[in-house]
């Protein structure tokens, strides 16, 4: 069994929001944006990645602190121990 050292509680956490607000925040803005207007969609493209990307760093390292929730789960089969 891997020990969960403070480096991969950040990339879990980081990589984990990043991906999803980034989806959400392109998801959420295509609904409010102009399809015809590149400039807009790059726009929103940008200003969703660099939210992400800042927001997931911030609770990547708060999580590598304090190592919050990555515990293995114990399986009922004998197969997986």
Do not use: H, W
């Not at 509680?9 to 409010?32: H, Q």
């Not at 590149?38 to 708060?62: D, H, P």
């Amino acid at each position: 069994m891997t020990q969960m050292t403070s480096f991969i509680c950040f990339k879990v956490t980081f990589l984990a929001i990043t991906a999803g607000l980034t989806a959400g925040l392109i998801i959420k803005g295509l609904f409010d944006a102009d399809l015809g207007d590149m400039a807009a969609i790059g726009n929103l493209i940008f200003k969703s990645l660099i939210i992400s990307i800042a927001a997931g760093a911030v609770l990547g390292l708060l999580n590598a602190y304090f190592k919050i929730g990555f515990t293995k789960k114990q399986t009922g089969c004998k197969i997986f121990r």
